[in-house]
């Protein structure tokens, strides 16, 4: 009997530590893990480690709707040049293929919206445990060495911050992760647009979506750009409580 009443504590523990919240940390410390991401994501030689981050919530969110719209999932993979590739069967036109194709860009930046409206309700815990739950589910996907690597690597910083670490650092790792979907989000449209207007990218998620829905690019494009700016915007406000 006291095992049982034991266990069920031990459950009710769990429970509140990841559904439970969290006291807000100090202004001074939101503003510092932005400024942190804003560090990460500026300057281009970070920029082109940080990006790998980016790349993974872009491939995921691919990976994502293909599954919601109903489209089979064959797997992803992520490159060390920071780009990646998601493959998935289904009918080669229509919404779920529109969906799928629209989801990479507009990924990190609803993530970081997501992730900041839970900050806003004071649930740290809760987001790295999510965090952690989609990056094992996204490792099944994977199919290349490199991107098992990748995926691995940021699942475990999550797991063994959330595990054992206190809850200032907890707050700080969040934070800063939120700032830099939410401010790395808005740099690959902007690095796309450069791309195009040099005459590359000719097969990028703009393109592809140009032909998929008989819409110009560049309509594509500043969808992009108003999601991720948006994002930032309201993802902004929420962290900084304004």
Known sequence: MASIDATANSITDLWDRVFGTQPAPDDWLVIAAG????????????WRLSRNTI??????????????????????????????????????????MILTAAAGYTAPPLLGLGGAWLLSAHHITLLLWLATALLIAMLVMIRNAYGALTVILTGAAFLLISWLTEPAVQSAFA????????????????????????????????????????????????????????????????????
Not at 36 to 44: E, F, G, S, T
Not at 81 to 89: E, K, P
Not at 207 to 225: C, E, I, M, N, T
Request: charged fraction near 15%; hydrophobic fraction near 45%; charge should be positive.
């Open 35 to 46: 400024a942190l991401a804003l560090i990460a994501v500026v300057p281009r030689p970070l």
């Open 175 to 242: 934070y800063t992760a939120v700032w830099f979907l939410l401010l790395g989000g808005v740099r690959p449209a902007f690095e796309l647009q450069s791309k195009r207007r040099r005459g590359g990218a000719g097969d990028s998620d703009a393109d592809q979506l140009g032909r998929l829905a008989h819409v110009p690019p560049a309509l594509w494009l500043f969808l992009f750009h108003a999601v991720s700016l948006c994002s930032l915007i309201g993802g902004g406000r929420w962290l900084l409580g304004l």
């Open 55 to 96: 790349t993974i919530a872009h491939e995921g969110g691919h990976g994502l709707m293909a599954l919601v719209t109903g489209r089979r999932l064959d797997g992803i993979r992520l490159h060390s040049d920071t780009s990646g590739l998601t493959v998935s069967r289904g009918r080669p036109t229509g919404l779920g």
